[in-house]
């Protein structure tokens, strides 16, 4: 009989093997459920993992990747440091509508004034709508100990509300022929985000997200601040101890999380999504999610699992195209890679014995 | 031999007989080739350090692991338990050290948790009565088990094992939380359980109680058996050094010049945060520098609270907590260690450490603010891994090296890691939670005898132990804590176990008992 038992210590082999593992079963498992939805499984996978990379259409589908890992990477960054101290923020979501919001209020006020300093402040609102949305959530928590987890989801549904109102009311694009929606960046030079270098995908929420995984990686491995994280969601009475104040704690890493989604709705809004629309979010929020934790709550892990990520987006986009998938299939196919993530991770610090005898 | 000598000359019949059992683990071997027999009614010592092999013995006893080769017999017949169950089915029960009940319910339905076919409640209540009054156990079945104090509780775990009527009752450190008379009491009943046949296989430290109750010693070092004794023959100090293999030095203290007021407690009161915890109730004493205060009491008497009020996790208002001239009681952990004050919790894993990081993060976590291994927020991980080994060295740590998990290291290992943590910090002030929980009678006496070396360069110590031989080898002074509040500090020399027993509250109304019962 298998029975499982704890490590002496944690598993560095199957720390770094875990993720590839789950996406070798996610394969597996997703390419039964194709199998049995009538499609060629291998067919399906290959355009999945392998034709956004390698395929035809290849020089246009790269560039997407880095659009759509951009924004992943720099939310699940954030997610990551409040997971490893214990704080679960899922409401990234709507801190990255409200980021958006902040910060295209800010540019649509001084339309059509041309300055440089424009884009920068934008930049700081989108940063700045983010972590107030973010404070709700952290402060109802240290105040009244409500549950981060609820609240912040929540106040998705309401970002999500705010958003409806701003497309159709107060940001609505007054020359938009009564269409719901703002005006769009891309016509509005000194408030847009555009390609960097043409065809690459890489805006300025990409070198933002690259240059966040470096920083977090140094502020989690170098800095006193990154120890207490660590600290707090490993040992909370260590951290105590230590003389980490929960609260601090909890406003520290629920601002970071905040402050970069907010951060990446701003860059989404003003390059690859071009305005503010209803339906302006796509999940980027709560696909982070997995992103963070395919990453091992490691931001350089992630950066690599931001990619991972968005093939499967840009992937199953395709697959839903060329071979007639439906969405669904494809969130399914996501939603397992965190389900095996999560399974197979227990191996990192148990394993399974063979019991002799009964027991 | 087909029995075992009483001290008395008779002999008594085999109960269990232990023959070349051997039990290896990756990288170490617990036990090797051991062999000792225990007859019925005899109470038998099981003695040695930590790591000598004795917790794994007495679980293969009472079928939680299984041995790699050897056999045992009980009663004549082979004896191999595949699990707990099967152990107790045959007549061999186990008190644990640390106690599995649950809080929230009651004595007799924790109880009938730990059996196989509880009975109906009413018949079980009126058996624990009938039980605890005949071996003089006072315990009434329906109080919840969070309101019992620690000897209390201990007696549901005897009176659990004793309705299976055992042949053999496995204690593992059963003394350590108990008040001098409530270790008669229990002494009583364990030796009106061996005159009615019942063997008791005894675990612990103290030799001094093993020499008052035990029948027989087998002393095991590095899973082998050293030797074989007869207690009573014995002083505690040659039992100790054949623990050891070594002689051993009795702590040196020094004559200290008493000096000027560097830690004050005054009128301090708290909340406990812990549930089921112990509010702490006006405490008042003063450590001069070179002062060793000794704080005894039963465990759960606020001694968590009071480390906790000490060490900043706990705050109040300012002047109730003074180091040197400095009110530093609402400041926190980080500000206490920058005015000279270091504490050390009781709890290793979790709390004095993170079980799942490394040594060299293990010393960050207390000793990043006087060792300055800080700059500009990041931390010098260079320094702090050199600080780490010196630890390492001075305090003797066994660790293949400072980058494994605190986890992966014993208890005592890792207890010798931390004390040496806060001691080699220079502070003024150190506050020590059970500087020797678990720890083996060598890294003991050292221990101990860096507190008193600390004492001797001018630092104030507090030290809160269970070990009241402990408490007065090191202590200047000595108070107890009992529900929270503290007795006024009283110097140690002079002082007898009497005193020091009724200082603790005496045996919690249980004198009465061995009397009428």
């Known amino acids: 009989m298998l029975r499982l038992e704890k490590r002496p210590s944690p598993s560095r082999f199957w720390l770094y093997a875990t993720p590839p593992v789950a996406v070798l079963l996610t394969m597996v498992v997703g390419g039964i459920l194709f199998a049995t939805m009538g499609k060629n499984p291998f067919e399906v996978i290959r355009t999945i993992f392998w034709d956004p990379v390698f395929g035809e259409f290849a020089f246009y589908l790269r560039g997407q990747l880095l659009v759509k890992a951009g924004p992943l990477i720099l939310i699940a960054i954030g997610l990551a440091l409040g997971f490893r101290a214990g704080i679960w923020n899922i409401g990234a979501e709507g801190q990255y509508i409200m980021g958006a919001i902040f910060g295209a209020s800010v540019g649509l006020a001084v339309f059509p004034t041309e300055s440089r300093l424009i884009f920068p402040v934008m930049v700081v609102a989108g940063a700045f709508g983010g972590w107030v949305w973010a404070m709700i959530p952290a402060i109802l928590k240290t105040r009244f100990n409500t549950n981060e987890i609820l609240v912040s989801l929540m106040l998705v549904y309401v970002a999500e509300t705010i958003l409806a109102k701003a497309s159709t009311g107060f940001l609505k694009n007054p020359e938009g022929m009564g269409f719901p929606g703002s005006r769009n960046f891309s016509s509005y030079p000194a408030a847009a985000n555009p390609e960097l270098i043409a065809g690459s995908g890489l805006h300025w929420g990409g070198v933002a997200a690259l240059v966040t995984g470096v920083l977090a990686y140094i502020l989690l491995t170098r800095h006193q601040a990154g120890f207490q994280i660590k600290l707090a969601g490993q040992a909370p009475r260590a951290a105590r101890f230590h003389g980490v104040s929960p609260t601090r704690l909890v406003v520290m890493c629920m601002g970071i999380s905040g402050a970069l989604a907010g951060l990446a709705g701003l860059f989404e809004v003003t390059g690859p999504a071009g305005q503010i629309s209803i339906d302006f979010n796509t999940g980027y929020g709560f696909t982070a999610i997995i992103v963070a934790f395919l990453g091992r709550l490691n931001p350089l892990g992630i950066v690599l699992a931001g990619f991972l990520m968005a093939l499967t987006y840009v992937g199953g986009e395709m697959a839903s195209t060329n071979l007639g998938l439906p969405d669904a299939a494809i969130q399914v196919f996501q939603g397992m890679l965190l389900f095996f993530l999560l399974a197979v991770d227990v191996l990192t610090n148990y394993r399974f014995r063979l019991a002799v005898g009964a027991h | 031999m087909t029995g075992t000598e009483t001290h008395g000359g008779g002999v008594r019949p085999e109960l269990l007989r232990i023959e070349g059992i051997t039990k290896a683990y990756p990288g170490v071997v617990a036990n090797s080739d051991v062999s000792f027999a225990i007859g019925e009614g005899e109470i038998h010592a099981l003695l040695g350090e930590n790591g000598a092999g004795k917790s794994t013995m007495v679980k293969m006893i009472y079928g939680l692991i299984r041995p790699d080769s050897g056999q045992m017999t009980l009663r004549g017949a082979a004896y191999q338990p595949g699990k707990p169950a099967e152990a107790r089915r045959l007549g061999v029960a186990m008190v644990f050290q640390h106690f599995s009940l649950f809080e929230a319910l009651n004595v007799a339905e924790n109880v009938a948790l730990g059996m196989e076919n509880p009975p109906q409640m009413r018949e079980l209540s009126a058996r624990i009565r009938a039980v605890s009054e005949e071996y003089g156990l006072p315990l009434d079945p329906s109080r919840m088990v969070g309101d019992l104090s620690a000897g209390e509780r201990q007696r549901v775990e005897i009176i659990r094992c004793l309705l299976q009527d055992p042949k053999l009752l496995i204690m593992d450190e059963p003394t350590s939380v108990l008040t001098p008379q409530e270790v008669e009491i229990l002494f009583k009943t364990l030796r009106q359980l061996s005159s009615e046949g019942t063997a008791i296989l005894y675990i612990s430290h103290k030799l001094e109680e093993i020499r008052s109750l035990c029948d027989a010693a087998t002393i095991l070092r590095r899973g082998k058996v050293v030797a074989t004794c ?288």
């Open chain 2, 230 to 517: 007869t207690p009573r023959e014995r002083t505690a100090r040659e039992m100790a050094e054949l623990m050891v293999g070594a002689t051993l030095k009795t702590p040196e203290r020094r004559v200290a010049e008493k000096g000027e007021v560097a830690l004050g407690v005054s009128d301090l009161s708290a909340a406990s945060p812990i549930p089921f915890g112990t509010s702490l109730k006006g405490i008042s004493f003063t450590v001069a520098k070179g002062e060793v205060l000794g704080i005894a009491g039963v465990a759960g008497n606020g001694q968590d609270e009071l480390l906790l009020a000490l060490s900043g996790e706990l705050k109040a208002a300012p002047d109730k907590v003074r180091v040197a001239s400095h009110a530093v009681g609402d400041l926190g952990p980080v500000e206490r260690r920058k005015a000279g004050l270091v504490a050390a919790p009781e709890d290793r894993y979790g709390h004095a450490a993170a079980p799942d990081m490394s040594l060299v993060e293990n010393a960050f976590l207390t000793a990043g603010v006087r060792k300055g291994l800080v700059r500009n927020g990041f931390v010098d991980w260079a320094e702090t891994r050199r600080f780490a080994e010196e630890i390492i060295a001075a305090y003797d740590v066994r660790t293949p090296g400072p980058d494994v998990a605190a986890r992966a290291l014993s208890g005592g290992n890792l207890q010798k890691f931390l004390m040496g943590r806060e001691l080699m910090q220079g502070a003024s002030v150190i506050v020590i939670n059970q500087p020797t929980w678990g720890v083996d009678a060598a890294a003991a006496a050292s221990i101990r005898q860096s507190i008193l070396d600390r004492a001797g360069e001018g630092a104030a110590v507090v030290v809160i132990s269970q070990d009241l031989d402990e408490l007065l080898e090191v202590s200047d002074s000595f108070a107890v804590l009992n529900e929270g509040r503290l007795t006024k500090p009283r110097p140690t020399e002079g002082l007898t176990m009497d005193q020091i027993g009724l200082m603790m509250g005496g045996a919690h109304g249980m004198e009465v008992a061995h009397h009428v019962g």
